[in-house]
T-cell receptor, first 115, second 107 residues
């Protein structure tokens, strides 16, 4: 148990719809990162939030957006869903200190299927 | 070309064997992570390294910053070590992941 929770555990959407995935960070963590993992592949970095500000972004289009809240919980929003968005979405929280990147604690993931 | 390369892609070992998984990267990093992913998707962070060597139980991770290379070693392997092991690097504002090494340890 990492103390990081995600919801929902899985969901099915259709092309063109919008989806919001949620992540609750481990207590005391101020940084959250989101990843997309397609079946059989390694995770791909989507973005990272530190103290409610985006702190880095991977090669994902703007229809992937995020929020981090004052209590350090986080959302990943995906608009205009495409079939290729079907994947496991993972969030990971950490306590970033000045100049350093700390150990990440991963949630169990949300499995999204787009039909 | 991927920023992070892992080898081997697949590995089968007998219980008790010493295992090494390698990771090479081509970008400047502030940290390197070794992750373990079991079937079903759950990911566990094993190590975070920025230099030197770390040990946790039967697992040892090393990194050579000059050579841009890291290794994960498992001593006295056990069937419960069967999982996918993923190397990931953090550049300061972005993560890059290797494609993973699928390890199967046979009793």
């Amino acid at each position: 148990e990492t103390g990081v929770t995600q919801s929902p555990t899985h969901l099915i959407k259709t092309r063109g719809q919008q989806v919001t995935l949620r992540c609750s960070s481990q207590s005391g963590h101020n940084t959250v990162s989101w990843y997309q993992q397609a079946l059989g592949q390694g995770p791909q970095f989507i973005f990272q939030y530190y103290r409610e500000e985006e702190n880095g972004r991977g090669n994902f289009p703007p229809r992937f957006s995020g929020l981090q809240f004052p209590n350090y919980s986080s959302e990943l929003n995906v608009n205009a869903l495409e079939l290729d968005d079907s994947a496991l979405y993972l969030c990971a929280s950490s306590q970033a200190l000045a100049g350093g990147q700390e150990t990440q604690y991963f949630g169990p993931g949300t499995r999204l299927l787009v039909l | 070309k991927n920023e992070v390369e892992q080898s081997p892609q697949n590995l089968t070992a007998q219980e008790g064997e010493f295992i090494t998984i390698n990771c090479s990267y081509s970008v400047g990093i502030s940290a390197l992570h070794w992750l373990q992913q079991h079937p079903g998707g759950g990911i566990v962070s094993l190590f975070m390294l920025s230099s030197g060597k770390k040990k946790h139980g039967r697992l040892i991770a090393t990194i050579n910053i000059q050579e841009k290379h890291s290794s994960l070693h498992i001593t006295a392997s056990h069937p419960r070590d069967s999982a996918v092991y993923i190397c990931a690097v953090f550049t300061g504002n972005q993560f890059y992941f290797g494609t993973g090494t699928s390890l199967t340890v046979i009793p």
